[in-house]
């Protein structure tokens, strides 16, 4: 829970010697609460008061790097647990755990897989995130395969072995790439945490429940590590999604550090679709890191949607740059078709004139990211605006005829917009399926 | 322990409803379903009462579909040009719990079927299978107003839950559910605000709140789930936190939206995961009954909800 003003009032010398430039204590501790000063302004405080106060300023759930290299990535420092009350932040990475058990090219063919799985979807680009070697086999073994893995992907690394020595190794043979070690528990935490410390690597946490989790954080962060991720160990999602749900509570309603961690989850299931739901599941329900085992594209092109539509800042729906955009070959006699500047709306219409296979201008209106029906209802989809985005778009410098096709569903202001603009509105689909046969018969 | 939990008490609570009536209860169907019921958010079954299992209803129509992707179609063989033997297939060998019937045929570009045809088709229906219906419009606000007070009354007293109304045409629909003793889809744009004056509207005309089954307009996976998503982890915390006006059940029509995208066209299991990780995901924010097409899909996702509800758990 954030210190109200009232609070850090009470932590200050109280004394009102305006060297922190405020008139009053109470006036300072105002501005600390906003976060709009730092607290270094203040020279008389107590080293009690400035390490609450300094604890306070940290983020509620501690932000954790994967990785070292361009495809590095963020997890965890996440402030809500509703979507809807503001975001959530840092989307959850996906990885696949690899046993070193396999043959080597066996290794490579499933890492050939995964360093395939990258998916265009509404102009933003979705992939995976990490790699995991898990250890079956002696430590020699494991080296070997850990280098086959650091050679044959650039995604990032997690290291899993029960054998310290070599995950030591292993952790200094990739230690470039900054690999998360896995894992410590009640019967190693001292060593590995020494490991993590001298390699300067993040390390998951593993205990079956809460108590256990917090206690061994404390006593990592005792040995100086703190970049920690949690996992409570194999169960049934019911009680994953239960851990999950109650470790995002802790860490945002009662500032509990202990479980201030992103937390990982490891799906088990060999089915393919149970994979995906229940992988889905996690991520809508706060995991930081989920791992997977399925490779079929299909089938991770549906978890990364997911991930990508939770993703979304409610406030801020994706859109794109509203101008005049030229599909194919395209001539002066090309369709002219209007959309908003909605990514769904544009991404939906595009790919349909694509497959239409003829070569066409769309132009995106901006419609602040609001979707056909719901800017025509709120006036930004309507003939002033289309009609403005036609004059400035450059669409009379580019195209010789004066036909325009519109979503069916704004059929409605056809006339309007046709006395408006001087174009001859042509009527579309009302859903963007029907555009290639609607293109096709056009003439 | 010595981690204190933090446990959230609800005060309210989402009403049960109630589908189909036995003998026993002035009905012809096999047995009676619930949905609904919940005092605590999805999955969380520590902080209050989740009694009953979200339900799949197979989605049927009155006529062969014409707008479903070829490898859908497949998946039911011959049986989808002839919707008795369809619905028969669905509760036979796929052993739905559950059909929801969508009057398409009534549409005017789908047949223009007159009211006195419709009725009759939901008579034998009823005659054909016993499980228990949800039965929906044709999407015609002019032609529904028409057929559905017809189709209300052949299944009267057999407690279907009949659709969908809206904001600006739920009278006759209200009427007819209340009447024949069904209850009612109420449908809103996206729009929690919507959403709660269009119960309020229903409630006013007699219909009570427990008869009342909030459909929030879905969009599929990729084709904005999230807002639907967030709209309904939106007005289910409401719920249970004591407003009645949107303590109601909610319907999602899964198989409509998955099955209109790209993506679903481009391989079956491309299809088959896309309903179901649309479907799986909802249940997340909340959906208490799901309308779904591809039995597989619906196969996979009543395994999942077994899954999910079935563990033991501390």
């Given at each position: 829970?954030?210190?109200?003003?009232?609070?850090?009032?009470?932590?200050?010398?109280?004394?009102?010697?305006?060297?922190?430039?405020?008139?009053?204590?109470?006036?300072?501790?105002?501005?600390?609460?906003?976060?709009?000063?730092?607290?270094?302004?203040c020279?008389?405080?107590?080293?009690?008061?400035?390490?609450?106060?300094?604890?306070?300023?940290?983020?509620?759930?501690?932000?954790?790097?994967?990785?070292?290299?361009?495809?590095?990535?963020?997890?965890?420092?996440?402030?809500?647990?509703?979507?809807?009350?503001?975001?959530?932040?840092?989307p959850?990475?996906?990885?696949?755990?690899?046993d070193?058990?396999?043959s080597?090219?066996?290794?490579?063919?499933?890492?050939?897989?995964?360093?395939?799985?990258?998916?265009?979807?509404?102009?933003?680009?979705?992939?995976?995130?990490?790699?995991?070697?898990?250890?079956?086999?002696?430590?020699?073994?494991?080296?070997e395969?850990?280098?086959?893995?650091?050679?044959?992907?650039?995604?990032?690394?997690m290291l899993?072995?029960?054998?310290?020595?070599?995950?030591?190794?292993?952790?200094?043979?990739?230690?470039?790439?900054?690999?998360?070690?896995?894992?410590?528990?009640?019967?190693?935490?001292?060593?590995?945490?020494?490991?993590?410390?001298?390699?300067?690597?993040?390390?998951v946490?593993?205990?079956?429940?809460?108590?256990?989790?917090?206690?061994?954080?404390?006593?990592?962060?005792?040995?100086?590590?703190?970049?920690?991720?949690?996992?409570?160990?194999?169960?049934?999602?019911?009680?994953?999604i239960?851990?999950?749900?109650?470790?995002?509570?802790?860490?945002?309603?009662?500032?509990?550090?202990?479980?201030?961690?992103?937390v990982?989850?490891?799906?088990?299931?060999?089915?393919?679709?149970?994979?995906?739901?229940?992988?889905t599941?996690?991520?809508?329900?706060?995991?930081?890191?989920?791992?997977?085992?399925?490779t079929?594209?299909?089938e991770?092109?549906?978890?990364l949607?997911?991930?990508?539509?939770?993703y979304?800042?409610p406030?801020?729906?994706?859109?794109?740059?509203?101008k005049?955009?030229?599909?194919?070959q395209v001539?002066?006699?090309?369709?002219?078709?209007v959309?908003?500047?909605?990514?769904?709306?544009?991404?939906?219409?595009?790919?349909?004139?694509?497959?239409?296979?003829?070569?066409?201008?769309?132009?995106?209106?901006?419609?602040?990211?609001m979707?056909?029906?719901?800017?025509?209802?709120?006036e930004k989809?309507?003939?002033?605006?289309?009609?403005?985005s036609?004059?400035?778009?450059?669409?009379?410098?580019?195209?010789?005829?004066?036909?325009l096709?519109?979503?069916?569903?704004?059929a409605?202001?056809?006339?309007?917009?046709?006395?408006?603009?001087?174009?001859?509105?042509?009527?579309?689909?009302?859903?963007?399926?029907?555009?290639?046969?609607?293109l096709?018969?056009?003439? | 322990?010595?981690?204190?939990?933090?446990?959230?008490?609800?005060?309210?609570?989402?009403?049960?409803?109630?589908i189909?009536?036995?003998?026993?209860?002035?009905?012809?169907?096999?047995?009676s379903?619930?949905?609904?019921?919940?005092?605590a958010?999805?999955?969380?079954?520590?902080?209050?009462?989740?009694?009953?299992?979200p339900?799949?209803?197979?989605?049927?129509?009155?006529?062969?579909?014409?707008?479903?992707p070829e490898?859908?179609?497949?998946?039911?063989?011959?049986?989808?040009n002839?919707?008795?033997?369809?619905a028969?297939k669905?509760?036979?060998?796929?052993?739905?719990e559950?059909?929801c019937?969508k009057?398409?045929?009534?549409?005017?570009?789908?047949?223009?079927?007159?009211?006195?045809?419709?009725?009759k088709?939901?008579?034998?229906?009823l005659?054909?299978?016993?499980?228990?219906?949800v039965?929906?419009?044709?999407?015609?606000?002019?032609?529904?107003?028409?057929?559905?007070?017809?189709?209300?009354?052949?299944?009267?007293?057999e407690?279907?839950?009949?659709?969908c109304?809206?904001?600006?045409?739920?009278?006759?629909?209200?009427?007819?559910?209340?009447?024949?003793?069904h209850?009612?889809?109420?449908?809103?744009?996206?729009?929690?605000?919507i959403?709660?004056?269009?119960?309020?509207l229903?409630?006013?005309?007699?219909?009570?709140?427990?008869r009342?089954?909030?459909?929030?307009?879905?969009?599929?996976?990729?084709?904005?789930?999230?807002?639907?998503?967030?709209?309904?982890e939106?007005a289910?915390?409401?719920?249970?936190?004591?407003?009645?006006?949107?303590?109601?059940?909610?319907?999602?029509?899964?198989?409509?939206?998955a099955?209109k995208?790209?993506?679903?066209?481009?391989?079956i299991e491309?299809?088959?995961?896309?309903?179901?990780?649309?479907?799986?995901?909802?249940?997340?924010?909340?959906?208490?009954?799901?309308?779904?097409?591809?039995?597989?899909?619906?196969?996979?996702?009543?395994?999942?909800?077994?899954?999910?509800?079935?563990?033991?758990?501390?």
């Amino acid at each position: 829970m954030a210190l109200s003003g009232l609070d850090i009032y009470k932590l200050l010398p109280k004394t009102n010697c305006r060297q922190c430039g405020l008139a009053t204590c109470l006036a300072f501790a105002m501005q600390l609460a906003k976060k709009a000063l730092p607290i270094e302004k203040c020279p008389f405080i107590s080293g009690e008061a400035k390490s609450i106060l300094e604890a306070q300023a940290l983020p509620p759930i501690r932000p954790i790097i994967l990785g070292s290299n361009e495809s590095k990535f963020e997890i965890g420092n996440e402030t809500v647990l509703f979507r809807h009350e503001e975001k959530f932040r840092n989307p959850t990475g996906i990885g696949f755990i690899i046993d070193d058990s396999l043959s080597n090219e066996q290794i490579k063919t499933r890492l050939a897989k995964i360093n395939q799985l990258k998916f265009e979807r509404v102009g933003q680009s979705l992939e995976v995130n990490l790699v995991a070697l898990k250890q079956n086999k002696d430590a020699e073994r494991y080296l070997e395969a850990t280098k086959l893995i650091l050679n044959h992907t650039s995604r990032q690394i997690m290291l899993m072995a029960s054998d310290l020595p070599a995950l030591k190794q292993a952790g200094q043979i990739a230690k470039e790439r900054a690999p998360l070690l896995y894992c410590a528990t009640e019967n190693n935490f001292a060593q590995i945490g020494a490991i993590a410390k001298e390699l300067g690597l993040p390390l998951v946490v593993v205990a079956q429940d809460l108590d256990s989790l917090s206690r061994l954080t404390r006593e990592l962060n005792a040995l100086g590590v703190n970049n920690l991720v949690l996992d409570t160990g194999s169960k049934s999602v019911a009680d994953k999604i239960w851990d999950l749900t109650q470790i995002r509570r802790q860490a945002l309603k009662k500032s509990n550090r202990a479980l201030g961690y992103p937390v990982l989850a490891i799906v088990e299931k060999a089915d393919p679709y149970e994979e995906a739901m229940e992988a889905t599941a996690y991520i809508a329900k706060y995991a930081g890191i989920v791992m997977l085992k399925g490779t079929e594209a299909w089938e991770v092109i549906s978890i990364l949607t997911l991930r990508q539509n939770i993703y979304t800042d409610p406030q801020k729906p994706l859109q794109i740059d509203p101008k005049l955009y030229p599909v194919g070959q395209v001539s002066q006699n090309s369709p002219l078709l209007v959309t908003t500047n909605f990514s769904l709306s544009y991404y939906t219409v595009l790919g349909e004139v694509e497959a239409s296979k003829i070569p066409s201008y769309i132009l995106s209106v901006d419609t602040q990211g609001m979707s056909v029906l719901t800017a025509w209802a709120a006036e930004k989809f309507n003939p002033e605006a289309i009609t403005k985005s036609l004059e400035t778009s450059g669409v009379k410098d580019v195209i010789k005829h004066k036909n325009l096709i519109i979503p069916g569903y704004v059929a409605m202001m056809s006339g309007d917009l046709e006395d408006q603009s001087g174009f001859k509105i042509i009527v579309g689909p009302k859903e963007a399926a029907g555009i290639p046969a609607f293109l096709k018969n056009l003439n | 322990m010595e981690t204190q939990l933090v446990l959230e008490k609800w005060p309210g609570a989402v009403s049960t409803v109630s589908i189909g009536a036995k003998k026993e209860e002035g009905g012809t169907r096999s047995c009676s379903i619930k949905i609904g019921g919940e005092s605590a958010l999805p999955l969380l079954f520590k902080e209050g009462s989740i009694p009953n299992k979200p339900k799949i209803a197979f989605e049927v129509w009155d006529i062969a579909p014409c707008d479903w992707p070829e490898e859908l179609l497949a998946a039911y063989g011959e049986e989808i040009n002839d919707p008795l033997a369809w619905a028969d297939k669905c509760v036979n060998k796929y052993k739905a719990e559950l059909l929801c019937v969508k009057m398409q045929g009534a549409h005017p570009d789908f047949g223009n079927k007159g009211t006195g045809e419709s009725a009759k088709f939901i008579s034998r229906l009823l005659s054909r299978v016993n499980v228990p219906l949800v039965i929906i419009g044709s999407d015609d606000d002019t032609k529904d107003n028409l057929i559905m007070p017809a189709v209300s009354e052949a299944a009267k007293k057999e407690r279907c839950i009949i659709g969908c109304a809206v904001q600006d045409n739920y009278k006759t629909l209200a009427a007819s559910a209340l009447a024949d003793g069904h209850s009612l889809i109420a449908q809103s744009p996206i729009d929690i605000n919507i959403a709660k004056q269009l119960n309020i509207l229903i409630s006013d005309m007699g219909l009570a709140f427990e008869r009342i089954v909030m459909d929030p307009t879905i969009g599929a996976l990729g084709y904005g789930l999230e807002y639907a998503y967030s709209i309904m982890e939106r007005a289910r915390l409401a719920a249970l936190s004591g407003d009645k006006t949107l303590a109601c059940a909610f319907i999602c029509f899964i198989g409509q939206e998955a099955w209109k995208t790209k993506e679903a066209k481009s391989s079956i299991e491309q299809g088959i995961v896309w309903e179901a990780v649309t479907a799986s995901s909802l249940i997340q924010a909340g959906a208490d009954l799901l309308v779904m097409r591809h039995p597989k899909a619906i196969e996979k996702v009543n395994n999942f909800i077994e899954i999910l509800y079935s563990t033991p758990r501390l």
